[in-house]
């Protein structure tokens, strides 16, 4: 197994960012689709967590026509660019492959 200079804490900042846009992601989908009328402050932060990506999403959906855009699509696309994120996040902060010298 490769070990980096960083991955222990690559691991860390990956996955809480990772947890994070999931919860966000699922919190707003299920009050999406419960609320008769919601208010999604959750779908808001996680646009705002998921730059730079998220906001490109968010202005991209502007362009849909008003009666083909779903809201929950929005969300998944948002959810899954965090998701991304998070794994750029990891692949950059992990650092590069450190040498392990085996006494064998």
Do not use: F, K
């Amino acid at each position: 197994m490769r070990r980096y200079r960083n991955g222990r804490v690559a691991t860390i900042i990956g996955g809480v960012y990772a947890a994070l846009v999931a919860l966000l992601g699922i919190v707003s989908v299920v009050i999406l689709l419960t609320a008769q009328d919601p208010i999604l402050l959750s779908g808001v932060v996680l646009m705002i967590i998921t730059v730079p990506l998220g906001p490109l999403i968010w202005w991209a959906w502007g362009a849909i026509p008003p009666q083909s855009a779903n809201p929950i699509l929005l969300v998944v696309l948002l959810t899954a660019a965090g998701l991304l994120q998070s794994y750029l996040i990891w692949r950059i902060v992990r650092g590069p492959a450190v040498r392990e010298d085996s006494d064998a």
